[in-house]
């Protein structure tokens, strides 16, 4: 049910700076998390609010949604959007890694649901000015949590050729990945690569001409493997994989988008080897082909969902 006073309420709500997310998959998700009244969710990758926003609208008596974000200036724009329903979100800066600290002093115990929207969101491309689009030119940094210390450029400027070319390879899944690490480090010779737009030439020129993809830019799956490195997502996503489970009563509804396929090879195998969890997805849901006609980046989305058994 869409509550239209909350509706009216959000068409007043203030726009986010510079970039509006178009939140993924959201009534598969609302379907999936069973959002009940005086229920306790968590969207664990808050981002800039969509989903939370979602779950308000499916259902108004929801109790209280805990948004987490590791992105300081993100969960600005995520408190800007949530404004009518302030008075229970809890916004919460830090890794979702750590969700069960934070639902602990919260005095939380066990929430009826979670969301994962795994990634960044437009708000990193199109507004941080840290160096995650290819199509402009900014200090090559990454960082979604800007309080960790390895940026982009370290990454770029210091790894061994055949670590960075792995690493392409890898979370890239770039077949040119040893051509353009060599390509870098030819680069970085005769200066450090600093800027998003420095990175983007390089990888393009490291492509042979005619394998360069008109579909997508030819350094996508450059910069979403560095992107995935320095922000240690794989890792995250394993260790949460192991906590979040706990964080769920019985019966409560875990769900995970991913956009990469080494993530979703990650959501399945451990949802289907968790002795905690039922999965409720034997193949990931997908998008339907109006939403990704409409959002580019929803073509590579899979949702996976599982439930708390009780033990
Ligand atoms: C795809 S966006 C979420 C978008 C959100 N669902 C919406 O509709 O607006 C993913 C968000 O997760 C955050 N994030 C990524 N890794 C995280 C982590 N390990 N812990 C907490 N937040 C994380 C990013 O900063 C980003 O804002």
Redesign the pocket.
Known sequence: MICTAAASFLRSAPEPRGAI????MVSEVMDGLLIRSGGTYV???????????AIFLRCPDVKMVIG????AE?LEQ?RSRLNPFADRVHFVC????YLSDVLSSEGIGQVDGI?M?????S??LEASGRGFSFSRQEPLDMR??TSSTLTAADLINRLPTDRLAELIWEYGEERWAKRIARHIYERRKRAPILTSTDLAEVTVHAIPRRYRSRRIHPATRTFQAIRIAV?R?LD??KE?LWSLPACLRPGGRLCI?SFHSLEDRMVKRAFKADGRLEVLTKKPRTPVPDEIESNFRARSARLRIAQRIDL
């Not at 997310?21 to 993924?24: E, N």
């Not at 969207?43 to 926003?53: C, K, Q």
């Not at 987490?68 to 992105?71: G, K, P, Q």
């Open positions: 997310h178009i939140p993924i969207d664990a990758t808050l981002g800039m609010g969509g989903h939370t926003e987490l974000d590791c992105d993100v995520a830090s890794n979702f890694i969301v929207d795994l990634g960044l969101s708000f990193h979604m949590d922000n997502e995250n996503l949460a988008i």
